[in-house]
């Protein structure tokens, strides 16, 4: 073999050679393979069973549960099954452990990823990475995607300093045209958490894309005590510890900020060699996880409860004595999403159209939050939480106005604002004239105002009624209807959960253990 050939195989084997480099290395011409920490099946099994606190999240996401599990009966019916579920709440609910849970539930693969993975300087390796993602998902259907803290990639595009970043838009872009891409029935279903849905792009929430959303609260009383159940029973309680005492005093706390508790008692415990963890292990494990929660402002003081309180209390006091107003289904002062607090009413059958009247009784109850806390704690002391109640009350009241002829003054005329032109949305209610706005704006501000009297006679004849809910609400923080009746009633609440409070029962002596109780004692007035 000449000398000249024989350089010439050396070459071509470098060039083999170095190629291959660059490829194993994720160099140049890999750049776009997800890395192998990209996406990670995750092993970890977790079930339903692990999870407390969260019972309506867990009833909508049995759905997806039973699709994975046979999706054949799903698809045979033509039904199409949600390709992506968005789980919204704040941090340590326990979004990530829901996610796997369906997963343990299912017995399918869980592939996890998170936003921020997704967001590189590299322009165009987000995007690659989210194809390369589905491609794998899809070869292991049915089975699980799990991106967390979406809002990483999912933020609105075209917003922030310089008009928007280019690689997230085009990653964002790359998920929405996958997720609109796969087949309803592929198996693929693809899970998300954020803690921010406010900054989502909207096109993540259309349908066929995350358009089931599922709320993820922090845990009420009963949620908790359900919580420091499962966490303790990996741990050797004293005879001195009752849970239920110790979900009372920690309103505001997350799951994840229980399961810390229950450990940092435990270790506590150990260090002084103690056989059992003991309830003044608890104190201290409590104080310790406080003083981090201070830090991180998250926890609610005293004032902020009782505003809470005393706001949904008003809520459901004048909802419940407005005419055909839908009966009152549970109260709460467990933040939920950005709201503070809620109360729920459930009509009590489907409506086609709603009345004047049931109009008028809506906006009367919305007004009711803010007027309770004006008539408790002054005017000059109401806090922002009015802030959605005042937004409601305006579109209803501008609706009635300007869509649905509710108003004599300006008749049954369509001024409504909105409407859709070829070349976008056209301002109609800006073409009326000057006087006929003006006209609009008193009239959405006499029946709004007509609303806020409604809602202050009501509650100031039944003050006492206010006073009971409120405080029923700060020593239940749940309560469902027909307890909230109970309660206004001055009856103890029904339901099995609201067991006589175990205070009674169990005294506690030592100092440490009686600032477990709850701060806050029922006043009778
Ligand atoms: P998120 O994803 O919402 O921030 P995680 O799922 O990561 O919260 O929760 C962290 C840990 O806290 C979980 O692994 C679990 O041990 C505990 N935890 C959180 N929420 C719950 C809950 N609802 N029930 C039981 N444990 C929980
Ligand atoms: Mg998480
Ligand atoms: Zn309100």
Sequence with gaps: MSGFLLSLLIIAALIYW???????????????????TLMTQDHMRATFDDVAGVDEAKEELEEIVDFLRRPEVFSRLGGKIPKGALLIGPPGTGKTLLARAIAGEADVPFFRTSGSEFVEMLVGVGASRVRDMFDQAKKNAPCIVFIDEIDAVGRSRGVGIGGGNDEREQTLNQLLVEMDGFEANEGVVVLAATNRPDVLDKALLRPGRFDRQVVVPHPDLRGREKILQIHARK????????????????????????????NEAALLAARVR??????????SAKDKILMGLERRSQVMTHEDRMRIAYHEAGHAIVGMNSPQHDPIHKVTIIPRGRALGLVMSLPE??????????????IAMAMGGRVA??????????????QSDIQQVTKIARAMVTKYG???RLGTIDYSTEQDTFLGSMNRETQASPETRMLIDNEVRRIVDEGYQQAKEILNERRQELERLAQGLLEYETLSGEDVRKVIADEKPVSPEHTEPKVVRHPRTTKAGTSMLPKVRRQQS
Excluded: C, Y
Excluded at 19 to 32: C, D, I, K, T, V
């Design 18 to 36: 170095q190629r291959r480099q660059m490829q194993g290395s994720g160099g140049l011409f890999g750049f776009g393979k997800s890395k192998a």
């Design 235 to 262: 741990v050797r309680l004293g005879r001195d510890v009752d849970l239920s005492i110790i979900a009372r005093g920690t309103p505001g706390f997350s799951g994840a900020d229980l399961a810390n508790l229950v």
């Design 274 to 283: 103690r056989e059992f963890v003991q309830i003044q292990d608890f104190e």
């Design 349 to 362: 059958r489907d409506q086609l159209t709603m009345t004047a009247v049931q109009f008028r009784s809506k």
């Design 373 to 386: 806390e004006e008539l408790v704690f002054g005017k000059e002391n109401v806090g922002s939480g009015a």
């Design 406 to 408: 509710m108003s004599e």
